[in-house]
């Protein structure tokens, strides 16, 4: 059993089980996501970074049931979701939200924001009547800070700012009482002066309603915020290349490509983001999904990259061995039993 399935044992309520999904584009095939598993404990916060291209939003877009994995498995409550038919597959989908990361585009321009909230509640027979559906979504304004309730209710999407749009989709996706919501790039198109009072309320839905929250960011700022008491998965080419706790990944991170991404975060403090060493990559291109290069995709920017090893063998997300359980799918780092922030050092 792996790391990231023993933090979950026995109460894992949604995992992705070696899933891969491929797409076909003109000059080839690419493959956006490969061999990812990931088990989601009830109440967990879990950030999964990485650039963009890296695959995370199609990672959350399997985990929500949009898209079908190519191969691998979607499980839900330890039940393959793609062999459900009929009730108990809408149960996986009122159970399993979205949030998108442009509010603009989410929330139908020609609905007011009761006729927005208040659709679901009568779609799934939540809401009983005109007078208990207006008190439902009172509530849920009121539960996502849009206050007083009644000033939203009649208001259209174009009437409100971003940053209350995003609280508008919250809330829409908290109408079917799930059990997990996808924030993918959630707070990403709000300014930042409010994205903290949004990161602040999904971790209060988190505490208060038990919902486990998966975020998805390319900000590793954003992600050590957000998940600060869970994990954060870091991706690379389709790939997941380290899961741990939060803490313990960013302080010491375990794989070159981890370190490199943490040494690039600006500080507070302009003078010490200038005196903060980086990690000395070969190179700072990007390999094509076109064109993959064999054994570990990181390895030609890899400062660590071992010639016969890291180019000719795919590592595995193994454990490495510390007080905090976490996994790394670095050849040199397993076999050292060291981060490889200190085999950077």
Known sequence: MSVADSTVAGRAVIELDHVSRAFKVPGGTITAVDGVSLAIGAGEALCIVGESGCGKTTTGRMLAGILHPTSGRLLYEGEDVWRKKGNELSTFRRAVQLVHQDPYASLNPTRTIFQTLSAPLYRHKKAKGNRDATNRVRHLLDVVGLTPPDDFLGKYPHQLSGGQRQRVAIARALTVD???IVADEAVSMVDVSIRISLLNLLLGLRSEMGVSIVLITHDLAVARYFAREGRIGVMYLGR???????EALVSDPAHPYSAALIAAIPEADPRITRSKERVALKTAEVPSLLALPPGCTFHPR????????????????????????????CHVAIRERRPAAELLA
């Open 178 to 180: 799930p059990r997990v």
């Open 240 to 246: 997941m290349v380290e899961l741990g706790h939060s």
């Open 302 to 329: 890899c400062p660590l990259a071992e010639p016969g090893l890291c180019d000719v063998q795919i590592p595995e997300l193994l454990p490495l061995p510390a007080d905090t359980p976490r996994e790394v799918a």
